[in-house]
């Protein structure tokens, strides 16, 4: 364990490790690696080292949204009030089709600011223009798990050999389990793609321990059409070829029956839960309370800022319960507890990093420091849940990751913030005018 070289102090730690600890007057040191070196409180701590930051409020781990396509920034809100299927034939797809590489770098800066001012510290990407991606990540200094996609129209001879080996160049070249960026593989869907392709697929992944990311339920729509055509659900279709043989996760995750939950469960397959997109395009409302009963790991996700129509997952960490509990007809359906950890350590969980997600010793010191003196967080009695129901992404005030403080007083220290949002402008309104 690298020594300690710094120390931020609090007036609350939140940890959520395994206990979930709310510690009041405590303390996060920070070793010269950028991981946690100790946590818990100022009186029980060793020496301080010679750097403290008496920063106050509530630290706690950084959000991890566990779905998203970033670089969607320059088409938000594009298509709006649409179903999934015409929405991205009819105003999503023909804009990306005119998106430079350099439009995507743009669009991946902006949005990586937008999580990180929001404290979202990790996100799991899946979309094209991987380098790009990876390089507006280690730009802005956030964390990614950069799936690259696989989609069909990659593919006009049927076959998807060389993107496969697009990606497993990508992978060698970029993936790094020690720094911000690690790598995984993200075919679109089974009724995108064939269910053999996406067993390929999985195949490299599993072979290099990387993480297997797929759209999977999403809508009624989508489910029907699979059974039509293959006569049973997308999920069993995916067992039957050896997706889930390694690490994996599906997004959404709408329309799983008990079948394809228990499946899931058996496999150790994790779901990333998108409520907002799942709400704004009409798709449903996930299962999310029996997700959890089955044993499935259940993160949270934002999924792209053209369907949300942002990257706050605040908003998703306050959904989720909510939902559970109408879906349910139950309060209990979900605490305010479990949706903190759905956004934190189980999200982290689902995209295969262990380090991220928790403050405990040895993990990536990635935290965020929350404003307590707001009216929303009185009367004090019940901190966690003023968090969950009352909180918002605008009492965040600072966030580290890797232990180097990239916000600062509300706005991100690592790029020309007001350069990134012209260049958003700009290249957002050419796509949409078709130049």
């Known amino acids: 364990m ?94 990306e089709g005119r998106m430079t590489a350099e439009d995507a770098w743009w669009g991946m800066v902006g949005g990586s600011v937008e999580m990180l001012e929001s404290g979202v510290t990790t996100s799991c990407e899946m979309y094209l223009f991987e380098d790009q991606v990876a390089d507006a990540v280690e730009r802005t200094g956030g964390r990614a798990v950069v799936t690259p996609g696989v989609i069909s ?81 997308a999920t069993q279709l995916l067992a039957e070829v050896g997706a889930f043989a390694g690490k994996a996760m599906a997004a959404h995750g709408v329309w799983l029956d008990a079948d394809d939950r228990r499946i899931l469960a058996e496999a150790g397959v994790a779901v990333a839960h998108c409520p907002l997109s799942n709400l704004k395009l009409g798709s449903g409302i996930a299962p999310v309370r029996e997700m959890l009963a089955d044993g499935i790991v259940v993160g949270v996700g934002t999924d792209g800022p053209a369907s949300n129509d942002n990257l706050d997952l605040w908003e998703e960490l306050k959904m989720a319960p909510l939902l559970a509990r109408g ?34 010793v040895g993990a990536h010191a990635d935290l965020i420091r929350v404003d307590l003196d707001q009216p929303a967080f009185e009367p004090g009695e019940d901190l966690l849940t003023h968090l969950v129901f009352a909180g918002s992404s605008r009492y965040v005030t600072d966030v580290w990751v890797a232990g180097k403080r990239v916000v600062r007083g509300g706005r991100v220290q690592t790029v020309d913030r007001d350069k990134v949002l012209a260049e958003m402008a700009a290249r957002g309104r050419r796509l949409g005018a078709g130049v």
């Open 153 to 233: 129209a990659l593919s006009p001879d049927g076959r998807v050999d060389g993107r496969l080996a697009e990606i497993v160049a990508f992978h060698r070249a970029r993936h790094d389990p020690e720094g911000r960026i690690t790598v995984g593989f993200a075919p679109h869907s089974v009724y995108d793609l064939t269910p053999e392709q996406c067993g390929e697929i999985a195949a490299e992944a599993a072979s290099v321990d990387a993480l297997f990311h797929i759209h999977l339920e999403e809508t009624r729509a989508e489910r029907e059409l699979v059974i039509e055509r293959y006569g049973r659900p």
């Open 2 to 95: 690298a020594e300690a070289v710094r120390r931020l102090e609090g007036d609350y730690v939140l940890t959520m490790d395994d206990e979930a600890r709310l510690l009041p007057s405590a303390a996060v040191d920070i070793g010269s690696d950028g991981r946690i070196a100790a946590v818990g409180a100022i009186a029980d701590l060793g020496p301080a080292p010679s750097d403290v930051d008496r920063v106050g409020g509530l630290l706690m781990p950084g959000l991890v949204n566990a779905h998203a396509h970033t670089p969607m920034t320059l088409v938000r809100s594009v298509g709006d009030g649409l179903p999934l299927a015409d929405w991205l034939r009819d105003g999503v797809w023909p804009r």
């Open 327 to 360: 879906r349910s007809l139950d309060p209990r359906a979900m605490t305010a507890r479990t949706a903190l950890t759905l956004a934190t350590s189980a999200s982290a969980m689902a995209i295969g990093l262990s380090d991220v997600g928790h403050l405990s």
